[in-house]
Structures are given as C-alpha cells and as structure tokens.
C-alpha cells in the first residue's frame, strides 16, 4: 500500500448519506412533486439507488470501521423501514432489482446478527424477551437467493442448509478484494462460514458431505479454495473439544476434504498454500498467540499425500531450524 493510500482519509459515501436522509427533510428538497404520494415514491426510488450503489458495498465491505459503525443502527433502521423492504421486494419480483442484488442477503445476515446481540444485552438489562423483527428482509433474502437456492437443492443441499451458507457467501466476488490473503477479509468470510457448518450441526448432521457443501459455494470461483484450505488448516485444534458429536463430524470431514483436495493441485499451487500457512503460524508465533492447529502436517502420510509431504520438506528444507515446528 502506497504512503498516499495509508494517508487518505475515509469518507462515508455521499449516497449513504442521502439514504439517511428522512422524508421531510428530503421532500423540502424535492418540493416538484403534485402529491406526498409522488414525492413517496420518488424518494423510496431514490433510497433503493442508494442502498445498491453504495450501502451494500458499504456495510459488507467496511463494516468493521468506526465511522461505519457510528452510523450502523441509523442505517439499520431504514433498511429495516417496511415501506423500504416493500419498495425493494416489490423491483426484485418485478426482475429490476437493485445494484449488488447479490450481496443483500450477506448485509441481511450481518444486521440479524448484530440486532440479535443487541437484544441479548437489552434483555440482559431489562429482564424483557426483545426479538428483533426483520422477517420481511429475510424473506426478501431468500427471494434473491431463489435461483441459487434451486441450483443447491439440486447438489443435493437442503433448502436451510443453502440459504444458511449463501447468505455468508452468496457469490466469490465477494472474496475478490485487491489485497493479499492476509490482508484483505477473505478469512473473515471463510471463518464464518466454517462457524456456519457448524452451527447447522449442532442438533443434527449436515444434509450432505461438507465437501460438496464447500464446493457447490465455490463452484464458479475455485481458485479461492486453495486459501480456504489454509484458512481450514489453521483451525486451532482446541476448538474440537467445543464441538458436540456431529459438530465433531464436520470437523473431521473438513479435515479429511481439505488435505485430499489441497493434493489435487499442482506442486505450485500446493506451495503457495503451505507457504501461507507457514507465514501465518510464524507471525502468530511472534506475537505469542500460536498453539496446535487442526492438523500436524508433518503426519500425513507420504503416500496418500506424496505432493504435499514434498512440497512441505522443500520448504523446511529452505527454511531455518524453526521452520519444521510450524508444520
């Protein structure tokens, strides 16, 4: 990153705050209009625009930064407005839609979770049971994510199961972030969905093998997978004593598909993995906070994974005396 890009400041799209704008305040603007049922209209138009162009990109990609989070409930709030949702539902069946249609469902999933712990910590204060109501929004989820949804039913992947994983990744573009993949938030997305798996086996086993689940989700952007195997790699092995029995099934499974799928790739590939896994240990370990990972990739054997065992020795062999611990 340039010196130039460290420097420039952060500003909150301009479209994000007309989203933000109320209705009288807009209307005084906007005084051209015969009725308030034109004015309605055009203004929900407008916010519809607005939410595409730069309140998706915004709460997905930048969620995380404070200035994004001052303004979180309040952009909450009129996504959540039931006119809104209406006017939204209203295009997508009409087949108009909105700019970044794809990554609604990731911001409707995103808002559910953080409406539900806020009403944890209210409930916890109050003694009351507050239930955040976003039904129609997660209806409206769906219905974007209908064709898709078809598409996982026909892998083999029950309706719950697709709609649990696509609203975490609903397209790779998504991961398609001009950073490195230690840098930019393609891990995020691969740890929730990682959690989404298991959480879905918490009462019962997954409705297919994780596998297929996994690469249904990447099945148009397969070369993210190398990095998800590391990421999967890279699972602290304390968190299976966290796990209940099927919770347990679908680590072992992940492990066993990660490592057979890593050896299906070139011996280049394979490397660049190994080698991303390595990096990552090695600067967990300076900052003290390393342990065991899911896998000691050392054990594997040699002739069930002869490019991979290769490919890890080269990079011992390369390293120093330490290199070998990480593996």
């Known amino acids: 990153m340039s010196k130039d890009n460290k420097k420039r400041e952060f500003k909150i799209p301009k479209e994000v705050k007309n989203f933000l704008m ?48 001052e ?24 087949g108009d839609g909105f700019e970044n249609q794809a990554l609604y469902a990731v911001l409707v999933q995103d808002m559910a979770e953080a409406l539900a712990k806020q009403a944890r910590v209210e409930s ?45 990744l609903p397209d790779t ?65 304390e968190r299976y004593n966290s796990l209940n029995k099927t919770q347990q099934e679908v680590y072992d499974q992940l492990t066993t598909w990660a490592f057979g799928k890593l050896e ?8 660049a993995a190994l080698r991303l896994y390595y990096n990552w240990r090695k600067d967990d370990a300076a900052n003290n906070r390393d342990s065991q990972r899911r896998y000691y990739v050392s054990s594997l054997p040699e002739n069930e994974y002869p490019k991979t065992v290769a490919c890890m020795n080269k990079i011992i062999a390369s390293g120093d005396e330490h290199t070998k611990d990480f593996f």
């Open 173 to 237: 573009s998504i991961l398609d972030i001009r950073n490195d993949n230690r840098c930019n938030k393609k891990f995020y997305f691969y740890r929730k969905l990682i959690n989404c798996l298991y959480s879905l086996a918490k009462d019962k086993p997954l409705c297919a093998p994780v596998g297929d689940i996994i690469e249904f989700i990447f099945r148009k952007g397969d070369d993210f997978i190398p990095s998800f195997i590391v990421c999967a790699m890279l699972e602290r092995k």
């Open 71 to 94: 303004i979180k409930n309040d952009l909450y709030e009129g996504l959540s407005d039931p006119e809104f949702v209406k006017v939204a539902t209203k295009a997508v069946k009409k």
């Open 22 to 69: 109320p209705f009288k305040k807009w209307k005084k603007e906007n005084d051209f209009y015969e009725s308030k049922k034109d004015a309605r209209k055009a203004y929900y138009t407008e916010k519809l625009e607005w939410m595409g162009e730069s309140v998706i990109p915004l709460l997905v990609s930048y969620g995380y930064r404070q200035e994004v989070i």
């Open 124 to 168: 916890s204060k109050t003694g009351e049971n507050i239930a955040p109501d976003i039904d129609d929004m997660i209806e409206l989820s769906k219905m974007v994510l209908e064709k898709k949804i078809k598409k996982a039913k026909k892998a083999g992947i029950d309706e719950a199961t697709a709609f649990s994983v696509l609203s975490i």
């Open 264 to 271: 299906t790739y070139d011996k280049e590939t394979i490397t």
